[in-house]
């Protein structure tokens, strides 16, 4: 061992002593916080005075309450701390930092020894930085800098200075396995060992490695837009998440953990990357897929239908008499056009087209739809749209009253009055007894009479309940009526500004209006219809919400994208994406998300490429840009590994075949996660079938939330943000990959592979490997 890592070592054993005395302190002080917070929960009541004789004891029954609930949360507050720092210290335990820089700050003699990791370290003092936080402003000269003049921000402003070296450690429960000065190291060697790792069921943290590009992303504090657009594996979401940590860190004082979304494109997606914050020492944040949030939304009106269910119909179903018009629908309805035309077509109810709904009670019209809209469009015509809903629904409210009095009246009332049962008899009569001032004491009874006209209220009332319900929900408000008739109306189309109606337009509203008809909202409508529905009964906004991150962001619409802004009115957004996996059909065409600028205007909006790829080894990455478009713009992370391979089968049972003797091979060359990608949900399920009796394989559905090691088939479009060890295109042959709109399908598929892509095609290879050819090579079936 040379003296200097010698010296580096005791430094660690230092410093680790350290975190140990401080790990001592902090759990007896955690478990003293803990038994504060039970001892006051205990006697919660005990240190409460209760009286409510009069007003005055009443207020300060309250204060005494309020004063002893502000006792326990602050006391829940500061063990929530305590175990929070107590869990940072015993992950520093094992490797308590992971960089040096050292930096001659101009005006000052002393060079500084900047030690960087997870989280800071003090002395006992408090005074001396033993370890300072990657977030910290000094450590971002860490990511930014090479040795030479150096500055970093401060609140403060700009320190300038010298990084007169830069240190990387490898350090594995304490002992230092190996520390690299970057000045004399070519390539990363750290990123070498950590890229060349297994992949793992939870996404890893990359703090150590951050690279510069990257680190612009996660500190990016100034736009209200981020937009983000990144090759496969260039560490979009990496980026996203220690983004979240880094903003977590930096206004630690007013921001939380539960004010921050992530909308991630499935559930095993979201148990996949669901362990980098807490890695990271922060509480995780929120995290929601698109569909759930419209199926929270929709789903007690309609059977609202999924995107992989949307999108498998676009893969298997072009056979369909329907299919021209559905994707020319679903192209128009992901449009900005489609959104303004909603807009303006809520604009026009202003003056006509509103379409309401008789209410009724047991087959009776109470009100009929045409009295509504009368109503509607002739009184409070001058208000605001809202008001004047609102107005519209006080006047049901009130003929609703009026009816349930005159209902009271009806001989049926008086019979059932007659059948009430003892306990709803007592009840009654309780209740009259506490409003007339009545006490066990009082001499005086309530009237039989009005016992009887109670009993009438509640039973009548219960009738009316649905009803009373119907018009507090403004569910008087036909909104699926009006959503058809906008789409087969079109004398205004003309009116409205930029919306050139596809030429398909009457089938489409005739295709869509028969669904609606059967309860079924076909995906391309969800949100279309929702936005409707909100701007006429008024939009249910979250403004708790501080910051929006949208990973894959190339599988949503311009529309949805406006709906989102609309839905987080106080929230700043990330938007990170690569259209070369743009799966989804409404994204034809598109190649960047230039369509995005108009959303907060251009001011507001900056955009970072990220043109490095970090997933693959050098051969995948040099096959797979070679299948896209402009793909010689990305620049592959060099680590060695073998040529991807196609291997050509004469049919399925041949394929299959050596399908098993592949994975079985990838098995014995230590690979823990082998995936099957197939094409469409329908085609793994059939290859699921077919290789089952290979040990471990499992089946991945849009139902799966988990992401588990060893054998899966999987459709493409699962596989998406996620990554493997060894990755096997099941049958990329033209037959199957030969229509140019499966382009992007195929190459995010093939960029899912960390150490080995094997292809396999039953005959003719797909033109998207023949344009590739000489990056592949080439196998044949012994
Ligand atoms: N700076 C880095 N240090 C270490 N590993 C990194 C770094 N950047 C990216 N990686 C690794 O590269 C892989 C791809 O990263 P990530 O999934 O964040 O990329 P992505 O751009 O979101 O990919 P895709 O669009 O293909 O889903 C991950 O294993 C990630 O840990």
């Given amino acids: 061992m040379s003296q200097e890592l010698q010296q580096e070592q005791q430094r660690v054993n230092q410093v680790i002593g350290i975190i140990q005395d401080q790990i001592n302190e902090y759990e007896e002080a955690t478990a003293r916080r803990r038994q504060e917070v039970v001892d006051i929960r205990k006697h919660f009541w005990e240190d409460v005075t209760v009286n409510t004789d009069n007003f005055d004891d009443f207020l300060e029954t309250i204060i005494s309450l309020r004063q002893q609930s502000e006792v326990l949360s602050l006391s829940q507050g500061s063990h929530r701390q305590s175990s929070k720092r107590l869990s940072q210290l015993q992950r520093m335990q094992d490797v308590p930092y992971f960089g040096r820089i050292d930096f001659a700050e101009e005006g000052m003699n002393e060079t500084e020894c900047v030690y960087i990791g997870v989280s800071s370290l003090t002395d006992a003092t408090g005074e001396k930085f033993l370890i300072y936080d990657w977030r910290a402003p000094v450590s971002s000269m860490y990511y930014d800098c090479t040795p030479g003049p150096a500055e970093y921000i401060t609140p403060g402003g700009p320190i300038q200075g010298t990084l007169e070296q830069k240190w990387q450690y490898i350090i594995r429960s304490g002992v230092i396995q190996s520390m690299f000065d970057t000045r004399l190291t070519i390539g990363d060697e750290i990123l070498q060992q950590v890229l060349g790792q297994s992949a793992d069921t939870h996404m890893r943290s990359i703090v150590a490695t951050i690279q510069q590009e990257q680190n612009r992303i996660i500190r990016h504090d100034s736009a209200r837009l ?95 008499p329907n299919y021209r018009v559905r994707m020319a629908g679903i192209r128009f309805k992901a449009t900005k056009a489609f959104f303004d035309r909603i807009q303006s077509c809520r604009q026009a109810l202003e003056q006509s087209g509103m379409v309401f709904k008789d209410i009724s009670i047991k087959g009776k019209t109470l009100v009929s739809a045409e009295e509504i809209m009368e109503r509607f469009y002739s009184e409070h015509t001058t208000l605001r749209f809202a008001n004047r809903l609102e107005k519209l629904s006080d006047w049901l409210k009130e003929l609703v009253k009026e009816a349930e009095k005159a209902e009271r009246r009806k001989p049926w009332v008086q019979d059932a009055v007659e059948l009430v049962d003892n306990d709803e008899y007592q009840q009654a009569y309780a209740h009259l007894r506490k409003k007339h001032g009545l006490t066990e004491e009082s001499e005086e009874d309530v009237d039989l009479e009005l016992v009887r006209k109670e009993l009438a209220r509640r039973i009548v009332s219960r009738k009316f309940k649905r009803i009373r319900q119907q018009i507090k929900d403004m569910g008087f408000i036909d909104t699926p009526a009006i959503y058809k008739q906008m789409l087969v109306s079109h004398p205004t189309d003309d009116e409205v500004e930029g919306a050139e109606l596809p030429p398909e337009w009457n089938e489409i509203g005739e295709m869509t209006s028969q669904l609606i008809d059967q309860g079924k909202l076909l995906y391309e409508d969800a949100t279309p219809y929702l936005l409707l529905k909100e701007l006429i009964e008024g939009f249910q906004t979250n403004v708790s919400i501080r910051h929006v991150l949208v990973d894959e962001a190339q599988d949503y619409s311009p529309f949805q994208f406006e709906f989102i802004k609309r839905l987080f009115p106080a929230a700043k957004m990330t938007v990170l994406g690569d259209f070369n996996q743009a799966v989804f059909a409404h994204a034809d065409g598109t190649d960047d998300f230039g369509m995005l600028a108009e959303l907060y205007g251009e001011e507001q909006t900056d955009a970072i490429i990220l043109n490095r790829s970090y997933r693959s080894t050098r051969p995948i990455v040099e096959f797979t840009r070679a299948l896209i478009p402009n793909g010689e713009e990305i620049i592959p992370f060099d680590r060695n590994g073998s040529r991807p391979v196609l291997t050509r089968a004469a049919d399925a049972e041949q394929l299959h075949q050596s399908i098993r003797e592949k994975v079985n091979q990838f098995r014995e060359q230590g690979h823990r996660t082998v995936a099957i990608i197939c094409k469409s949900a329908a085609q793994s399920a059939s290859v699921f079938e077919s290789l089952h009796d290979l040990e471990d394989i499992k089946l991945v559905t849009s139902g799966s939330i988990e992401y588990k090691q060893g054998i899966v088939v999987i459709p493409v479009y699962l596989a998406k943000g996620i990554e493997f060890d060894a990755v096997i295109v099941y049958n990329a042959s033209d037959e199957e990959y030969g229509e140019e709109s499966l382009r992007r399908l195929f190459y995010t598929a093939c960029t899912r592979a960390m150490h080995e892509l094997q292809l396999y095609s039953i005959g003719k290879p797909s033109r998207f490997v023949q344009e590739a050819a000489s990056w592949i090579a080439v196998d044949s079936i012994s």
């Fill in 226 to 320: 981020l937009i983000v657009q990144g090759a496969a594996g260039s560490g979009k979401t990496s980026a996203a998440l220690q983004r979240i940590a880094y903003l977590l860190y930096k206004y630690r004082n007013r921001l939380t953990a539960d004010q921050m979304l992530l909308f991630s494109p499935n559930a095993m997606f979201k148990s996949y990357v669901s362990n980098v914050l807490p890695e990271l020492g922060e509480e995780n944040m929120q995290q929601v897929t698109f569909q759930e949030y419209l199926n929270h939304r929709l789903s007690s009106s309609f059977d609202v239908e999924d995107p992989y269910t949307q999108l498998e119909y676009v893969l298997t179903a072009s056979e369909d």
